[in-house]
């Protein structure tokens, strides 16, 4: 009669009950297997009461809405109850309010359910990487700490650490834009997870980025196969608006080993080996060595020092002249970075530049140089009046090159202060940046000689220029590479090289440079084989900014 009265109370109140009625505590214990939506129970039941009902509750951890329907119960029973978990209780006097009773506790039950729900997607959040669900660094490093301690407990355990980062991920992002890039990232996830074993983490780090932490390995055998596969994993090709991209992967490795004394040392030195790949090539492995560390803090610092180096004034410019090979005299300049190490004393640029393009420097780094290049060039034409005036050669990197807008903003704004004829700059760009970005170098191109500038093409012969690629740059000159030069004589290859470098310049009607000249005999040949210009230690080696206009001043003939 009462749950009859009680499922009446609730149908009043807008509710429709599918209920079940349980008068013992063996048929109570069936019932809570099911999914339910609250519990209305008197206080006292044969052999089983509310307070015995709230136990089983909390020894099963069930989070239901619990209403005790009673039609006594002293105040001291009820306070226990509520300390028990129950949501309410009522009076069977009063079963009108059942039904704001029962509604009150439903709703309290969601509010817990959004409350927990958002709770664990914080907790999830704080230790996943949010586009690919992996793993984030927090939780990886968790992981690697925890098989330090089984390392310490097991003799002869082993794990490996190995850091992988995409070869050029930048540009598919540049191709084909950002989501495009975030759908490839899922991908690359969903195929590393796929071919490790479900014990071993699979993490994003970052950006393109990521980590596997391989537990229980037998040898450093078994981390280079891992890595194998997956590289040949990632090279598949991923299909990108219907169309097929390639990528590669550069991985490095590190072997778990008794001096570790963090999980970070081990994904630091995993991060070291895995640089030292990119800097072997697009698609390589390494595996970390006690060297790499020193090397890697050895380049910490180089960087650390070049990114203080223009503060410090340590940049330096040195000039190398450019000789007319048919009235001997000096033409122009070759402007050359040095750097001034306060320590290492001067360092040479095949080390510095590299680093300085990629930490980001390279580009203000040529900025500087063109810009006091000019000014160096201002000067000596006005100490120096000659027909036609002394000119200045600047080499220009890769970055420099494709971002035509910054260069040609500093270009323009240097002449001007400058007050410099642009007809005596030649801006120097090797062959290789050329081939390697045809479209874009003929639009840069384009822009430059619209400004009168000149143009040489550097360290011409070691790339691969087309007869009718070169017809269509809007070039001046071409620089031959000192390598031919160097091994030129009276007779041989390398002579008949030459030879074809400048019979096809002059054909296109551009004028040579030699570089490397170092000898009488070289220069002899270069004038017979009529080239223009030459430039190397047979001249002057790259001198000081009071050197080169004391060499000026004596105006020297060859």
């Known amino acids: 009669m009462d749950a009859e009265l009680m499922v009446h109370e609730l149908r009043r109140a807008g509710f429709d009950p599918q209920w079940q009625r349980v008068d013992t505590e063996a048929d109570f ?15 006292s039941l044969p052999q089983f009461d509310a307070q015995r009902a709230l136990e089983h509750l909390n020894q099963r951890g069930l989070d239901v809405p619990f209403i005790i329907v009673s039609g006594c119960i002293g105040e001291e029973r009820a306070v226990e109850c509520m300390k028990s978990g129950a949501t309410d209780y009522l009076l069977k006097d009063r079963l009108t309010r059942l039904g704001q009773a029962v509604r009150k506790g439903l709703e309290e039950r969601l509010l817990r359910d959004d409350r927990q729900r958002v709770e664990e997607q914080l907790a999830h959040n704080a230790f996943h990487d949010t586009l690919t669900g992996l793993p984030n660094r927090a939780l990886f490093l968790d992981r690697a700490q925890r098989c330090f301690h089984q390392m310490e407990r097991r003799g002869g355990y082993l794990f490996a650490v190995l850091s992988i980062d995409l070869d050029g991920f930048q540009t598919i992002n540049a191709s084909f834009g950002q989501p495009a890039g975030d759908k490839v990232l899922i991908e690359i996830a969903e195929r590393l997870v796929q071919k490790v074993r479900s014990g071993d983490t699979v993490a994003r780090l970052g950006g393109d980025e990521f980590a596997l932490l391989l537990d229980d390995v037998k040898d450093m055998r078994n981390a280079l196969r891992v890595a194998e596969r997956l590289q040949a994993e990632l090279a598949k090709p991923f299909l990108m608006d219907g169309r097929e991209v390639l990528t590669s992967a550069s991985v490095g490795i590190a072997a778990s080993t008794s001096t570790y004394k963090r999980s970070a040392d081990a994904l630091r030195d995993a991060g070291t080996a895995m640089a030292r790949a990119k800097r072997l090539g697009p698609g390589q492995i390494a595996v970390f060595d006690i060297r790499m560390h020193t090397q890697a803090v050895t380049r910490l610092k180089l960087e650390t020092d070049l990114r203080r180096a223009s503060d410090r004034q340590e940049f330096l410019l040195y000039y190398q002249p450019v000789v007319s090979l048919q009235s001997g005299r000096i033409a122009g300049f070759e402007a050359l970075l040095r750097w001034q190490h306060p320590e290492r004393g001067l360092i040479s640029p095949g080390e510095s530049l590299p680093v300085a393009e990629e930490i980001g420097l390279l580009i203000p780094i040529g900025q500087w140089v063109l810009q006091n290049a000019l000014r160096q060039l201002r000067t000596w034409q006005v100490e120096f009046p000659v027909t036609p005036p002394l000119s200045m050669s600047v080499n220009l990197s890769c970055k420099q090159f494709l971002q035509s807008g910054e260069l040609l903003t500093i270009v323009d704004e240097t002449l001007k202060e400058t007050g410099l004829d ?16 045809a479209e874009a170098a003929l639009a840069t191109l384009a822009q430059l000689k619209d400004r009168q500038l000149r143009i040489s093409i550097d360290d011409f012969g070691t790339g691969y220029s087309s007869l009718s690629y070169l017809q269509r740059l809007p070039i001046d000159n071409l620089k031959i590479d000192q390598s031919f030069v160097a091994e030129m004589k009276s007779a041989g290859e390398s002579l008949e090289i030459v030879r074809s470098i400048i019979t096809l310049a002059h054909s296109l009607g551009k004028q040579v440079i030699a570089e490397g000249v170092e000898t009488g005999e070289q220069l002899a040949l270069l004038r017979s084989l009529g080239c223009e210009y030459g430039q190397g230690f047979f001249f002057s080696k790259p001198l000081e900014t009071e050197a080169a206009g004391k060499l000026i001043a004596d105006a020297r003939t060859w």
């Not at 214990?29 to 206080?43: E, S, V």
């Not at 642009?422 to 970005?437: C, H, K």
Request: glycine share 0%; proline share 3%.
């Open 29 to 43: 214990l069936a019932h809570l297997d099911q999914k339910l939506d609250i519990i209305l129970a008197d206080y």
């Open 422 to 437: 642009p007809r005596s700059l030649a801006l120097e760009v090797t062959e290789t940046v050329m081939m390697e970005n």
